[in-house]
Structures are given as structure tokens and as C-alpha cells.
């Protein structure tokens, strides 16, 4: 490797040695190995390789364009439309399934992860002592549910309601098969109910809120071992009372009546839970 200087740009030529490109191409910026220093001498700072800029470029792609769940389009679309080669492609979708950005399903593609950039376990509840973790995981919500509700009320666009309010008005219509027999999925609604509050979470609008409380949300095993042991026909029933309400306080942007539900909601969920212990 050699390195050269032009017009107050320092930059590193790779050679054949190096397993890169030729300094024309080390010099454009269309390589994945190149560097550049810019500045002169005195102020020289490190440009990013062609790889990590694209990998860069797709976190934001998925923070603003996708939803947990989404497919991304394949690697000659993303090639074509980042006009870079499929390589430099496939290199940023392996970084960005190692940070737990997307996963790739054989057979159907590559897709965005339910929390993406999060660890399996963000909070570290494996670490934790499992005879009063569910009920201080309650005991939380408690304290947060409302707030985010309040929250939520104040901001929520209207995209953010009609999302809500779909995401109930779906799991009502499923609730009311359920109680009519014509099946007996009862799992499908804790599903749902993750969607509801995770719906919530959109309509506050705050970046930060959005991550730690999508952490507290994202370790299905502890959720569902707190599903497992509550009545779910009275959690049904509970939910089924004050999520339609919830969703209307926020459509009407009513701050404190959406606190007051929810705090409601939270507490009969406690009270449940205590009931079978």
C-alpha cells in the first residue's frame, strides 16, 4: 500500500497485495476497502468504507421506510438502487443481521426484525431472579402505561390513531369469533395485545420512548410466561372493556382521560395476576 497526497486529500492506494481495488477506483470512493483522509496533515479524518456507508445508509432505510416484519427488497434492488455491487451489499445485510437489524429467511427473503438493533435479551432478564420478575414487570407497566398513554393522547398523528384503531377493531373481530367457538386460539391475542401497545408507542412519537420501552416489550419468553400463568378469559375480557376507549381518548387527544384508562387497564391486569398466585 502506498499513499499519496492531492490537493490537501491523503489518500491510501490499495494494492493487489492488500485484496482491493486500483487507486483510480480507491480514489473515486467505489470500492468497499477504501479510505480517505481529508484536511491536510493536521486535520486528517478517516472516511468511512464504501460497505459501511451503505450499511449506514440501509439503518436508516429501515428506521424511516420499514416496520418490524417487513420484507426488504432483494440484493439486485438494493444494488440498482444504491448503485453499488451486489457484494457491497451483501456485506452490509450480513452487518446488519449480526446488529439484529434484519434476518434473512431461507426461501423468502431477508426481513426487518420485530426490534430491530436490540440484543435477544436487552434488559438482561436472564440474569435475573425469576420468583418476583413477572410481578415487578407488571408492577412497571403500572408505573409507564399510563404515561405513555397521556403521551400518546398529546402527539398522535392521525395515521398513528388509524393504525391503532385497526390494529383493535381486528382483534375485537377475532375476540368475538373466539367467544362464538369458532376457534379456540387464545395465544393470538397476546399477540395482538403486543401490537396494541406497541401501536401506542408509535402514536407518542419520541424516538427515545420508542427504543426503552420496546426493549421492556421485546422479550417474548418473559411475556409469555406471564400470559401463561393469568386467566386469560378475564385479561380478554379486561382488554376488551378499555381498548377501544383507550384508542378513542387518544383520537380525541384526550391526555388525561387516556391516563386514566389505561392506569385502570394496568391495575385490573395486576389484579388478576395476584388473584392466582
Excluded at 410481578?135 to 398523528?157: F, H, I, Q, S, Y
Amino acid at each position: 500500500m502506498t499513499t499519496d497526497v492531492f490537493n490537501g486529500i491523503i489518500k491510501k492506494n490499495y494494492t493487489e497485495d492488500d485484496n482491493e481495488t486500483s487507486d483510480a477506483e480507491a480514489f473515486t470512493g467505489h470500492c468497499d476497502g477504501c479510505e480517505y483522509y481529508t484536511g491536510g496533515f493536521d486535520t486528517m479524518v478517516k472516511r468511512k468504507t464504501l460497505a459501511a456507508q451503505i450499511t449506514d445508509d440501509l439503518r436508516r432505510k429501515i428506521a424511516n421506510e420499514y416496520s418490524p416484519g417487513d420484507k426488504i427488497p432483494n440484493e439486485m434492488e438494493l444494488a440498482e438502487e444504491l448503485e453499488v455491487s451486489r457484494t457491497t451489499i451483501r456485506e452490509a445485510i450480513k452487518t446488519l443481521c449480526s446488529e439484529n437489524y434484519l434476518e434473512i429467511r431461507r426461501g423468502r427473503g431477508t426481513f426487518v426484525c420485530e426490534n430491530p438493533g436490540m440484543d435477544a435479551d436487552p434488559l438482561g432478564y436472564s440474569s435475573i431472579d425469576r420468583e418476583d420478575l413477572y410481578e415487578d414487570m407488571l408492577e412497571v407497566t403500572l408505573v409507564v402505561e399510563p404515561v405513555l398513554a397521556r403521551l400518546a393522547a398529546k402527539k398522535a398523528k392521525p395515521e398513528n390513531i388509524e393504525k391503532m384503531s385497526n390494529i383493535n377493531l381486528e382483534a375485537h373481530e377475532k375476540l368475538q369469533a373466539y367467544w362464538a367457538g369458532e376457534h379456540d386460539d387464545v395465544d393470538q391475542f397476546r399477540i395482538y395485545d403486543l401490537r396494541f401497545h406497541k401501536a401506542m408507542i408509535e402514536c407518542c412519537r419520541n424516538q427515545v420512548v420508542d427504543r426503552t420501552i420496546r426493549a421492556f416489550l421485546s422479550d417474548a419468553v418473559e411475556w409469555g410466561e406471564v400470559w401463561k400463568r393469568i386467566d386469560h378469559e378475564k385479561v380478554l375480557r379486561t382488554c376488551e372493556k378499555h381498548h377501544r376507549p383507550i384508542v378513542e381518548a387518544i383520537s380525541a387527544h384526550d391526555e388525561d382521560r387516556a391516563y386514566e384508562l389505561a392506569q385502570s387497564l394496568t391495575q385490573e391486569i395486576i389484579d388478576i395476576f395476584k388473584h392466582q398466585l
